[in-house]
């Protein structure tokens, strides 16, 4: 039966491609030999924590994926004890299939990150030796003191107040579905290390971080170490909420929550004051998150709401408004800095926004859309062999 599948399809593709008629997917959807190991199976100890429902549906997934194997060369060498957390979570095949292509790319950044890290160790035995000459030593600057200047001006925001409190909201952490958690995770790592390194930090906090959170904690463990070293104090991590977070002898003039539901724009971003951006990301649909979520926090905390100025300096023609927490940390420093929202905007909406359907690449869109069509066509064939899937 798969032959004459794979036969059949085939035929049909040819005949496109003769008769240039353009495709539907990205490539023909064939049956292959299944790539499901022994890597990929959770492991004694793990199975042993389950209750019956779940090893039951660990069989049901099982089965999944195996099929997954069978019609993607896009599946992952190996799954991990935690990444069958997270597929035992998830609510859909739909979604499980896209945590498979989401760690097969991750999978390929690591083999590409490896790989770079060869290449400069091979490039740096091919060097010609350094001079011990004391001048040559001089010129050569320093890591350790680059870093120790970074972790100054790290220290210096905190201790002179001389920079605006940047504060995330992570009571939503154990709300998002698995992929929004990860994808929040990232986002919030990046954050990190981007105002550790620039040369005009904020003092960074993460308030209503729950660390008895069994969600909360595993995300730490996986994706936020640096939260774990006892060398970094930025950011500032605590479980309060915004109405006791910030109490100190100094308390700040006022707190804003950032929210594109708000009705009254943000003017002006003042060192005195707490900018507050809520920890979830738009890449994915979160059930378990209210739809003006931001808004509804900052009334509860019983704190200003304000949102971006976008409308009145950007032509938003697509897309969501919902932007990256990187992006709107970038847009307050640089209004902090010199007060320019339109600049600071410019630089940090991404230029796609800006386009509408008419004006952004044909060619690219047609490729993303025979992508879609690929997967659901996996899904089609999955549901054919093991019946509608039904959310549980």
């Known amino acids: 039966m798969e032959k004459l599948s794979n036969h059949l399809e085939k035929i049909a593709w040819n005949f496109r491609r003769l008769m240039r008629i353009p495709q539907k997917t990205v490539a023909p959807v064939l049956w292959r030999p299944s790539t499901m190991s022994s890597s990929h199976e959770p492991s004694d100890k793990y199975l042993s924590k389950l209750t019956e429902e779940q090893r039951k549906?660990?069989?049901?997934?099982?089965?999944?994926?195996?099929?997954?194997?069978?019609?993607?060369?896009?599946?992952p060498t190996k799954l991990r004890d935690s990444d069958w957390n997270v597929l035992l979570e998830v609510k859909t095949r739909k979604n499980r299939l896209d945590q498979m292509l989401f760690l097969y790319r991750k999978e390929q950044l690591e083999l590409n990150d490896e790989k770079k890290k060869k290449s400069i160790k091979e490039e740096r035995k091919s060097l010609p030796p350094r001079s011990k000459d004391p001048s040559y030593i001089l010129s050569i600057q320093n890591s350790m003191s680059t870093d120790w200047v970074k972790h100054r001006k790290v220290v210096e925001a905190y201790r002179l107040e001389n920079r605006p409190i940047l504060a995330v909201d992570c009571q939503f952490l154990s709300r998002l579905s698995p992929r929004g958690r990860g994808l929040t995770a990232l986002q919030l790592q990046y954050l990190i290390t981007e105002n550790r390194n620039h040369t005009d930090p904020f003092r960074l906090y993460f308030v209503n971080y729950d660390k008895t959170d069994q969600k909360v904690r595993e995300l730490e463990k996986e994706k936020l170490l640096s939260l774990q070293s006892k060398e970094v104090f930025c950011?500032?991590?605590t479980e309060k909420g915004l109405g006791t977070a910030f109490n100190g002898p100094k308390p700040p003039k006022e707190i804003i929550y950032l929210s594109p539901d708000a009705e009254q724009e943000l003017e002006s971003v003042d060192d005195d004051s707490v900018y507050v951006i809520g920890g979830i990301v738009d890449r994915v649909v979160e059930h378990g998150i209210p739809k003006h979520a931001s808004l509804e926090a900052?009334?509860?905390?019983?704190?200003?709401?304000?949102?971006?100025?976008?409308?009145?300096?950007?032509d938003f023609k697509s897309g969501s408004k919902f932007l990256t927490l990187l992006a709107v940390s970038e847009i307050l420093r640089q209004v902090n800095l010199h007060g320019d929202w339109e600049k600071a905007l410019a630089k940090a909406i991404p230029v796609r926004n800006t386009r509408g359907s008419d004006e952004k690449n044909p060619k690219a869109q047609a490729a993303q859309a025979r992508i879609h069509n690929f997967n659901q066509e996996i899904l089609r064939r999955v549901d054919r062999i093991l019946g509608e899937d039904k959310p549980r």
């Open 57 to 75: 549906k660990v069989k049901r997934i099982k089965e999944e994926l195996r099929l997954f194997s069978m019609l993607s060369l896009r599946f």
């Open 298 to 314: 900052a009334q509860s905390a019983k704190v200003s709401a304000r949102k971006l100025p976008i409308d009145k300096f950007i």
């Open 235 to 237: 950011p500032i991590v």
